[in-house]
Every structure is written in structure tokens, then in C-alpha cells.
């Protein structure tokens, strides 16, 4: 259940009852073919699928996240490092005062890991906070039907082409990773990766993205049992 089907009194008495919540930090950023919030798109998704069966709600998605590499892609807008540390400090602290208590993050864009150290400083403010961080496509659930199919993890490759990701049609075969000598520019970056696809099969069967998705719910719910 997300906050947008809900009005303050429904939190006020959810919070009687049970102290958590999911959280979901995103981006919008170029993806190849696919949606350019398809970081937004996928731990939301996931968020919903694990509320249905538990009831925790699901707090709105964070659209932006830090992207620099990417802005000279069309349609990538990246915050600073700086914003997205504010950010989570000012979303975590406004629902912790209201009784959210146990928060578990379903981060969907590598960018945003800067956060986790202020987490730490966050957790340390707040000693009644507890709080757990998902990074869906890091699993090692997701890593071992990946293996199993014989597919490599990479970004906006087959790994982020569910249904509801897919805005165009995808291109067949698979995309050699190109060689990255290391930190490069925006410019830089698009010259290297072209399409915007890292490397690997472009797409996948059906099967397959829907055991990535049970595997990712099934990561979540077991999360969601804080101590």
C-alpha cells in the first residue's frame, strides 16, 4: 500500500499497529532501451509485490538519484551528492518522528550507494531506528539464476527488461562490454558504452525475468522480519 492511496489519519492508524516501512531510492537516467526510471520502476514494483503480501506500506519513490556519468545522455537528470545526502536525511528524520521505526531501503541505482555512510550517522542519531538496505540486482538470489541461465549482471542489459520497463522494442543478440580505463566523463562515457547498454544479452525469456522478480520479493519479505 503506498502513501498516495492514503491520508494522514490511515498513517496515523497504521502506526498504531506497525512501525515500517519501505523506501524506495531511484534515478532517471539513461537505460539504453529501456524507461528511464526503470531504476524507480523495479524497487517500486518489488516494494508493491512485498506490501500485497505483508501490508507494510510503501513510502513515495525517490525519482533522482546521482548520475553524473550519464548526462550526455538526453533524459538523465543527475543531483549532487550533496542533495541526495540532505534528501535522505530530511525524508528519514520526517518519518521517524512521526513512528516509523524499522525502514528498509530498496535502492535501485548504483549511484546511490553514497547514502549507506549516512545511514550509519543517521542510525547513530536515532538509537530506536533500525534500518536495512536492498539492492535488488547485488542479491546473491538474483546472481545465482543468473549463473544458472548462463547471463552476466549488467546495467540495462536483459537484467532491467521487465514488461514494465521496456519502452521500445529490443534489439537481438548480445553486446560485447566495451573497455572503460577507469573514472571517465559524461562525454567520455557515452562514446564508450554508445547505446547506453553495458554489455550482455539485450533481452531475455519471460521465465527467466519472472524469477528474478519472485527471487527479489522473496529477499524482501525475509528483510522486512526485523528484529
Given at each position: 500500500?503506498?502513501?498516495?492511496?492514503?491520508?494522514?489519519?490511515?498513517?496515523?492508524?497504521?502506526?498504531?499497529?506497525?512501525?515500517?516501512?519501505?523506501?524506495?531510492?531511484?534515478?532517471?537516467?539513461?537505460?539504453?532501451?529501456?524507461?528511464?526510471?526503470?531504476?524507480?520502476?523495479?524497487?517500486?514494483?518489488?516494494?508493491?509485490?512485498?506490501?500485497?503480501?505483508?501490508?507494510?506500506?510503501?513510502?513515495?519513490?525517490?525519482?533522482?538519484?546521482?548520475?553524473?556519468?550519464f548526462l550526455a545522455y538526453p533524459g538523465t537528470i543527475s543531483i549532487r551528492v550533496s542533495t541526495m545526502l540532505d534528501l535522505v536525511e530530511d525524508?528519514?528524520?520526517?518519518?521517524?518522528?512521526?513512528?516509523?521505526?524499522?525502514?528498509?531501503?530498496?535502492?535501485?541505482?548504483?549511484?546511490?550507494?553514497?547514502?549507506?555512510?549516512?545511514?550509519?550517522?543517521?542510525?547513530?542519531?536515532?538509537?530506536?531506528?533500525?534500518?536495512?538496505?536492498?539492492?535488488?540486482?547485488?542479491?546473491?538470489?538474483?546472481?545465482?539464476?543468473?549463473?544458472?541461465?548462463?547471463?552476466?549482471?549488467?546495467?540495462?542489459?536483459?537484467?532491467?527488461?521487465?514488461?514494465?520497463?521496456?519502452?521500445?522494442?529490443?534489439?537481438?543478440?548480445?553486446?560485447?562490454?566495451?573497455?572503460?580505463?577507469?573514472?571517465?566523463?559524461?562525454?567520455?562515457?557515452?562514446?564508450?558504452?554508445?547505446?547506453?547498454?553495458?554489455?550482455?544479452?539485450?533481452?531475455?525469456?519471460?521465465?527467466?525475468?519472472?524469477?528474478?522478480?519472485?527471487?527479489?520479493?522473496?529477499?524482501?519479505?525475509?528483510?522486512?522480519?526485523?528484529?
Amino acid at each position: 500500500m503506498r502513501f498516495e492511496s492514503l491520508n494522514w489519519f490511515d498513517v496515523e492508524k497504521y502506526l498504531e499497529k506497525d512501525d515500517r516501512l519501505m523506501i524506495v531510492l531511484g534515478s532517471c537516467e539513461q537505460h539504453g532501451y529501456l524507461s528511464l526510471l526503470s531504476d524507480v520502476k523495479i524497487p517500486l514494483a518489488l516494494a508493491d509485490a512485498a506490501s500485497q503480501k505483508t501490508g507494510v506500506l510503501v513510502a513515495p519513490p525517490l525519482n533522482f538519484g546521482v548520475s553524473p556519468y550519464f548526462l550526455a545522455y538526453p533524459g538523465t537528470i543527475s543531483i549532487r551528492v550533496s542533495t541526495m545526502l540532505d534528501l535522505v536525511e530530511d525524508f528519514i528524520n520526517s518519518v521517524w518522528q512521526h513512528g516509523f521505526r524499522k525502514l528498509l531501503i530498496l535502492n535501485g541505482h548504483g549511484g546511490n550507494d553514497v547514502v549507506r555512510g549516512k545511514l550509519y550517522e543517521l542510525v547513530n542519531l536515532h538509537p530506536d531506528l533500525e534500518v536495512a538496505w536492498y539492492a535488488w540486482w547485488h542479491s546473491h538470489s538474483i546472481e545465482k539464476i543468473a549463473q544458472k541461465h548462463e547471463l552476466k549482471l549488467y546495467h540495462a542489459s536483459w537484467l532491467e527488461a521487465f514488461p514494465f520497463t521496456i519502452v521500445s522494442e529490443l534489439p537481438d543478440g548480445k553486446k560485447l562490454p566495451p573497455y572503460v580505463p577507469g573514472l571517465v566523463s559524461a562525454k567520455d562515457a557515452r562514446q564508450i558504452y554508445g547505446d547506453g547498454v553495458f554489455g550482455g544479452a539485450y533481452q531475455t525469456k519471460p521465465e527467466i525475468m519472472d524469477e528474478i522478480f519472485q527471487a527479489a520479493v522473496e529477499d524482501i519479505l525475509f528483510l522486512l522480519n526485523f528484529s
